[in-house]
């Protein structure tokens, strides 16, 4: 471009976007508690959860979302608005119990604000009594699909184990402020910060042919 | 042993009757709420206002490039939710020719997570070279969503090569890596010298999205935390814009002017044209998707849109693309050609596909490090490719680089490692560009962003 406008005001967004006053309750206002517990649920049936957060908000500490597909409190990253972080996202989807190192599974609406108590870095570093453990590699022969790859600060679900043609993945993540919670094309899995984590208990799905791995049912179709 | 499973479609499609698939979307995922459609062009596809809202979403692992004889298997996955987040059961089709032959078909039942083997039409692929296929997911209540069609130019395609030599990529051990030259540096903040910044608190690290330079060595980069296109020329900011929406990708032209990939506050993906005096055009349409690349050849923009994982040319400002619009599976360079590129889990594979159809140039690089993606593929004018591949280990020491090689009539002419030095995540296919005989590549630290030179021609 040989020239350009420059425009007086660029907005400038760094760390600690300041918050608005009205969103600050949008939590307060639109959230409510649901929840049971449940029997174990297929990785299918996590990833139908978390598909509804896609293209909602982030918030820290978070959280409550709804799906109408947009962020309802953009720019409050902090305050009590819509969408979850990162670990939130997981601990909902992954449908954990809110008492530390308890297995079984656990429901949260959508709209219950909740985060749990496992941020990125338990993720990352899982001990021995939490209900999900660290892959031994990250191999595409390993991982299968809402697994997380996770390091100290951020943690994304791997939406599928279809990968597109430049490499790389489909990560389910809340990852950021400015780009909300959604699917991005990642490199997680060869990013050296990054590990697998596997979420343990996973339910069988129906499985009528070769089941080459325990949870998931993969069927080979010829085409002639 | 392959489990063959044929429904009534199949026979139905193999007397020859093509256009089973209908006209679908493109970016492979849409959401329905009731009578409202997030999609385009779909209502006649889509549930009616009595059934409840629908998210449905269609991933693959495309070939893009094989070699005759070898198998050839595409795993489709298939996601569907309801509003409640609740799982719904879809099966899953595809419609598959070798050629011109009639087109044929498989569906798989619902909760299996089918990989339809082609290797049989792909054995008969030649004179063709290639295999066009198209995907098809529907769930129980009547969606319908769709990857590619039937139609000639808009379906989905893999070519079959008889020659594709292997090559190994020469081993550079982790850490021994080329530090490049600097062109630009800014520090982390806010203001026009500065690069803006969300550091990650349970949220990944963000900094700018993307960055294009243009034949005069200026950098053109994409500010995405401050909303804007700023321009350097030798460090120095020259000029900037602001654009709306998240901005993630931009291309710039030769004649100055510039593309940029952004999603807009409904979640749609679109993309403006800058022109070479900052007039900013209205907004062309992509749809829903996840965000991919924009770049530019023979004048024109074209967009990688995903999953669909094809290019297709960008609609004029203030249009839409069509439910299946054409698509090249090769990315679109000056020229007319179109390169491949596929990473495959211990390879990368490379082709260049001519007007007339045909693959020419194809090449395997193996390595013994492990393969991520590959952050660039570009021809090196002579009938060869510049790429960088993202290697990385687990043992005996968790460790990731960019290896940069040119390859060219099956032999490695030159290759070199370079960090992959990312303290704020910019997406994968945004960190290099190849620009003459340079490479151009965006890293970052605590301290801030920087764009590095390496000069080509001369790496050992």
């Known amino acids: 471009m040989k020239r350009m406008l420059i425009v007086g005001a660029v907005a400038c967004l760094v760390v600690g976007s300041v918050s608005t006053v009205g969103w600050a309750s949008w939590v307060g206002t639109y959230c409510f508690t649901e929840n049971a517990s449940v029997s174990a649920i297929t990785r299918n049936t996590a990833r139908a959860y978390a598909e509804i957060a896609a293209r909602e908000g982030y918030e820290w500490g978070g959280g409550c979302w709804n799906d109408n597909a947009r962020d309802d409190t953009p720019n409050a990253p902090d305050s009590g608005g819509e969408g979850p972080d990162c670990s939130g996202l997981v601990f909902k989807s992954w449908y954990l119990k809110r008492t530390w190192g308890a297995s079984g599974f656990h429901r949260w609406n959508k709209m219950q604000n909740i985060h749990g108590y496992y941020a990125s870095d338990t993720f990352h570093a899982p001990t021995s009594d939490l209900p999900f453990h660290k892959l031994p590699n990250k191999y595409r022969s390993t991982t299968v699909f809402m697994d997380a790859f996770a390091k100290n600060g951020h943690v994304g679900l791997l939406d599928t184990s279809a990968y597109p043609s430049s490499g790389g993945d489909y990560v389910m993540e809340a990852k950021g402020d400015t780009v909300g919670t959604n699917i991005f094309i990642e490199n997680y899995r060869s990013d050296s910060a990054y590990v697998a984590v596997r979420r343990e208990g996973w339910a069988t799905q129906a499985c009528t042919g070769t089941c080459p791995k325990a949870d998931v049912t993969e069927e080979t179709i010829a085409v002639p | ?460």
């Open chain 2, 1 to 460: 042993m392959a489990l063959v499973r044929r429904g009534a479609l199949s026979r139905a499609v193999t007397i020859g009757v093509a256009g089973a698939m209908v006209t679908l979307s493109v970016v492979g995922a849409m959401r329905s709420t009731g009578a409202s459609v997030a999609g385009r062009g779909l209502r006649a596809h889509l549930l009616s206002a009595n059934r409840p809202g629908r998210t449905l979403r269609l991933y693959y692992t495309p070939p893009v490039l094989v070699r005759a004889g070898e198998q050839v298997a595409i795993p489709v996955d298939a996601v569907c939710a309801t509003d409640e987040g609740d799982q719904c059961a879809t099966e899953v089709g595809i419609s598959a020719r070798a050629g011109d032959e009639p087109w044929h078909s498989a569906l798989a039942t619902a909760a299996v997570n089918p990989r339809f083997d082609l290797t049989d039409l792909a054995s008969r692929a030649r004179p063709s070279g290639s295999v066009s296929f198209a995907l098809q997911a529907t769930d129980g209540a009547g969606a319908v969503i769709g990857l590619g069609t039937t139609r000639k130019d808009a379906g989905l395609r893999f070519y079959v090569v008889d020659r594709m030599p292997m090559v190994s990529m020469p081993a550079v051990p982790f850490g021994d890596v080329r530090r490049g030259q600097q062109v630009l540096a800014l520090p982390w903040g806010s203001g026009p010298l500065q690069a803006g910044l969300e550091l990650g608190n349970e949220s990944d690290t963000v900094g700018p999205m993307s960055f294009d330079v243009d034949s005069e060595g200026r950098v053109y980069l994409l500010d995405s935390l401050q909303h804007r296109l700023a321009l350097f020329d030798q460090g120095r900011l020259t000029g900037q814009l602001e654009l709306p929406g998240v901005l993630f990708d931009i291309a710039v032209e030769n004649d100055g002017s510039a593309f940029v990939l952004s999603r807009s506050e409904g979640s749609s993906l679109e993309v403006r044209r800058i022109s070479p005096s900052g007039l900013i055009s209205a907004a062309a349409s992509l749809g829903e998707g996840v965000p991919g690349q924009i770049r530019v050849a023979n004048g024109r923009a074209f967009a990688n849109l995903l999953p669909l994982d094809a290019w297709a040319e960008v609609p004029r400002p203030g249009d839409g693309l069509g439910p299946a619009p054409a698509v090249h599976i090769g990315r679109p360079v000056d020229g007319g050609e179109e390169i491949l590129r596929v990473a495959r889990q211990d390879s990368v594979r490379l082709g260049t596909v001519s007007e007339d159809g045909r693959v020419t140039g194809a090449v395997e690089l193996r390595s013994a490090a492990n393969i991520g993606e590959v952050a660039l593929a570009e021809s090196d004018g002579a009938g060869g490719y510049w790429v960088a591949v993202h290697l990385w280990q687990e043992a005996p020491k968790a460790a990731d680089q960019y290896q940069v090689v040119n390859v060219r009539g099956g032999e490695v002419l030159s290759s070199f490692a370079v960090p992959a030095q990312q303290f704020a995540a910019a997406p994968p296919q945004n960190r290099f560009r190849l620009v003459g005989d340079s490479l151009y590549q965006m890293v970052s630290s605590p301290e801030g962003l920087q764009i590095v030179r390496y000069q080509l021609g001369g790496a050992s």
